[in-house]
């Protein structure tokens, strides 16, 4: 649409002013870890005008000490020994390994929902989209006393299959869409040829989706290690991912808000790296692969 | 041809093989919880003997005389509908912003695409420091322009607290909205446009003759899986007021789980849990039909 030049430019503060605003609390969270005591509690609040200090992220991580990752690592200046160290490493590998499991499993039936016709396949995708509907805290009553009588509670192991069920829907839908796009004649002239239907999967449509497949991981990795619900409910001690262990921080005695803010700040930005690389799929991904970019 | 003959026995040919894993552990994760679930629904702990009692219909009954259950659900849906409301408004509004090629507006949309990545419970304790009524942020903001009294701390006053929550809620997903509208926006055909403008269309006719309708299947979508999610909030009621004050921000999930875990009242818990689960499954199958999404 033709536009003046005063109303292009109107338009081009007002757009960086609205994210601005949108930007300002990670700012302000992230200027958080790196201030004393004295500057977060200071009124009125500062915003730039702090003396910056990295204590925040040696106490967390235990850097000073060595890598404390996974240890018992108090980090209450107070003296009191309330604050579990953080659990970075639990965070991945939980992550990883629900990852694998849902993109494994979801790469094959994603690719017969794609390709094979067959009676109630409509209402096959749409029993999928359901299971997404569960309210977590309906999954996670009864998880938890299904993993209390199989000893899964509080392992890597159990976390890992509720975390890779949990993203069973998404992968599936997006990963379908994904293959949706590799046009279907080639399976059919493959077909045609004598090979089998695992050989065309295995050798060309998996190939094919590389990009697809790995955006799919991406976003399944980010909502295992954003999820809160069943972290809080499925551990107690030997493992916590990095949600439940901030929200530790907050005790009856007082708030730990810069080690909490560092932690916070150490674990958003793996994350805003991983985004820009699936920038161009993110849409699809977030709307389960119902609309492309 | 003897080796399409072979192929079409082939085992893979049939859906089944390729279906069998998902559906096994959909099962187990869908299926089983739900009858588990049930099954729980009409038993109660007894912590003094420490085993599980039949107890019939007794959990529903409470459930339907249970003051606090009807509040969190009240609670559930105002969060719902007004930030749901608030999050389309906006994000179709930030949307049509910057649905164009000006200086750094690529960048902008990258920029609001990181909310999304941050875990909701940081999230939640991100506003819990800024909305702190002794040194947050906007707790200062809101002071200086008049909007709130001295000293008032707004997630520990009954009338706020809500308001508090839905703030983190808001910013947190409004890009959401903002990035699917965006690619909705730019699929868009431009000739209906330009015809519109040669018969002098003003920009308000065409949004909402032409833009509305055409965006119709996008905002559907956006609703449905905001609106689940919405649903059945947790991580900030539980990170930011843990229901209170008083029962003020109690959402059904959040009461479901303390119930069960914090009052060991399994049974009862597992009872709000089916509530939550069934009026979601209702509403998202009925907007389903209603507006033909499809996947």
């Not at chain 2, 109690?250 to 789980?257: E, K």
């Amino acid at each position: 649409m033709p536009q003046s030049k005063s109303a292009r430019t109107f338009r081009t503060l007002a757009g960086w002013l609205v994210v601005a605003i949108f930007f300002f609390p990670i700012f302000f969270w992230t200027s958080v870890a790196f201030r004393n005591a004295r500057d977060i509690f200071d009124w009125p609040p500062k915003l730039v005008n702090f003396t910056p200090t990295v204590k925040n992220f040696e106490q967390v991580f235990g850097i000073s000490l060595g890598f404390g990752f996974g240890t018992q690592e108090t980090v209450n200046p107070g003296g009191g020994n309330f604050y579990m160290a953080p659990r970075l490493v639990d965070s991945i590998v939980v992550a990883t390994f629900s990852t694998l499991l849902a993109i494994a499993v979801a790469t094959l039936a994603a690719y017969c929902l794609s390709r094979m016709q067959f009676r109630g396949r409509h209402q096959f995708v749409n029993w999928v989209l359901s299971t997404r509907m569960m309210p977590p805290v309906a999954v996670a009553i009864p998880m938890f006393f299904i993993f209390k009588q199989l000893n899964l509670l509080d392992t890597y192991l159990g976390l890992v299959l509720v975390h890779g069920l949990m993203n069973l829907p998404l992968a599936v839908l997006l990963l379908k869409s994904f293959f949706d796009d590799i046009p279907s004649e080639i399976d059919e002239s493959a077909l045609l040829d004598g090979a089998s239907r695992w050989t065309i999967f295995r050798r060309i449509v998996l190939p094919m989706a590389k990009g697809g497949i790995a955006a799919s991981a991406v976003l399944c990795f980010i909502f295992s290690w954003t999820e809160f619900l069943f972290v809080l409910t499925l551990t107690q001690t030997s493992i916590k991912t990095v949600p439940v262990v901030s929200s530790t921080f907050v005790t009856s005695i007082g708030t730990a808000w810069g080690n909490m803010a560092a932690l916070g700040a150490a674990a958003i930005v793996p994350a805003f790296i991983v985004i820009l690389l699936v920038q161009r799929h993110l849409v699809r991904g977030l709307t389960m692969g119902s609309l492309k970019q | 041809m003897s080796t399409i003959q072979v192929r079409r026995f082939a085992i893979s040919d049939s859906p089944w093989p390729w279906l069998f894993p998902l559906v096994a552990l959909l099962m187990v994760f869908t299926i089983y919880p739900l009858i588990y679930n049930i099954w729980l629904s009409f038993h109660e702990f007894l912590p003094r003997k420490r085993t599980l009692a039949f107890v019939g219909f007794s959990n529903w009954i409470q459930l339907w005389n249970d003051t606090r259950f009807w509040g969190a659900l009240g609670v559930t849906f105002i969060y719902f509908i007004i930030a749901l409301t608030c999050e389309i408004v906006l994000g179709m509004a930030i949307a049509l912003l910057l649905d164009a090629e000006l200086p750094g507006f690529g960048v902008l949309r990258a920029v609001l695409s990181m909310t999304l990545v941050i875990p909701p419970a940081i999230a939640g304790m991100m506003f819990l420091l800024m909305e702190d009524p002794q040194f947050g942020v906007i707790t200062y903001f809101l002071n200086e322009l008049g909007l709130l009294a001295k000293g008032t701390p707004i997630l520990s006053t009954s009338s706020l607290a809500l308001a508090g929550v839905m703030v983190a809620e808001i910013w947190q997903w409004t890009p959401f909205m903002v990035l699917i509208f965006l690619a909705g926006l730019r699929a868009l055909p431009a000739e209906p446009y330009e015809a519109a403008m040669i018969d002098g269309a003003s920009a308000v006719q065409m949004f909402r003759r032409l833009t509305l309708p055409m965006m119709s299947r996008v905002i559907a979508v956006a609703v449905l899986l905001r609106g689940i999610d919405l649903f059945r909030v947790f991580d900030y009621v539980f990170v930011m007021t843990s229901g209170g004050p008083g029962t003020a921000t109690y959402t059904l999930s959040l009461y479901a789980w303390q119930q069960t875990f914090s009052n060991l009242k399994w049974g009862y818990g597992a009872t709000l849990s089916l509530v939550s689960l069934a009026i979601i499954m209702v509403l998202a199958n009925l907007f389903i039909k209603l507006f033909k999404v499809r996947w």
